[in-house]
């Protein structure tokens, strides 16, 4: 269960954040996205709770237009989407190569982790996987978001 806050200030939202038990399904952007400080690494620590505001921020499930949009080529969308981390890493794993190589060598997939989830980490890792026709891209790529959500999990 979520507790609602009554706050005047987002900044207070902000600092409240420690309520939040549950990170998956979870859309707190909407509740701090006019704050300055969105892209801060935070810790609170209430109540014998310690949350890591970034790690929310970023495994957070995203509002549909913010989705990833998986194309084959130009013009040739393949119909899956991804609303979330956890939702691009299975996308991933069942994707066409043709797809994967696509969105590489355009760098698609590194500038939507990094601008819409906010995760500079992993759009740096993501960025230095080379756009190989090989079902060893496919593996490349699982692992570092699999590395990489497991990083987050323990930080929240």
């Given at each position: 269960m979520i507790k609602f806050i009554k706050c005047?200030?987002?900044?207070?939202?902000?600092?409240?954040?420690?309520?939040?038990?549950?990170?998956?399904n979870l859309d707190i952007k909407d509740m701090i996205s006019r704050n300055n400080h969105m892209h801060r690494k935070t810790r609170h620590k209430r109540q014998g709770f310690e949350v890591n505001t970034e790690a929310i921020r970023i495994l957070r499930t995203l509002k549909e237009e913010e989705s990833f949009y998986f194309y084959d080529s130009i013009g040739k969308p393949t119909g899956e989407n991804a609303g979330s981390l956890f939702d691009f890493h299975e996308k991933i794993k069942s994707a066409k190569l043709e797809s994967l190589v696509f969105h590489l060598q355009r760098k698609d997939f590194k500038n939507w982790v990094n601008k819409t989830l906010g995760d500079s980490k992993l759009a740096r890792r993501i960025g230095r996987i080379h756009p190989s026709c090989d079902d060893n891209l496919r593996g490349k790529m699982?692992?570092?978001?699999?590395?990489?959500?497991?990083?987050?999990?323990?930080?929240s």
């Amino acid at each position: 269960m979520i507790k609602f806050i009554k706050c005047i200030d987002v900044e207070q939202i902000y600092e409240k954040v420690y309520y939040v038990i549950c990170i998956v399904n979870l859309d707190i952007k909407d509740m701090i996205s006019r704050n300055n400080h969105m892209h801060r690494k935070t810790r609170h620590k209430r109540q014998g709770f310690e949350v890591n505001t970034e790690a929310i921020r970023i495994l957070r499930t995203l509002k549909e237009e913010e989705s990833f949009y998986f194309y084959d080529s130009i013009g040739k969308p393949t119909g899956e989407n991804a609303g979330s981390l956890f939702d691009f890493h299975e996308k991933i794993k069942s994707a066409k190569l043709e797809s994967l190589v696509f969105h590489l060598q355009r760098k698609d997939f590194k500038n939507w982790v990094n601008k819409t989830l906010g995760d500079s980490k992993l759009a740096r890792r993501i960025g230095r996987i080379h756009p190989s026709c090989d079902d060893n891209l496919r593996g490349k790529m699982c692992s570092t978001i699999e590395k990489r959500i497991k990083e987050l999990r323990e930080a929240s």
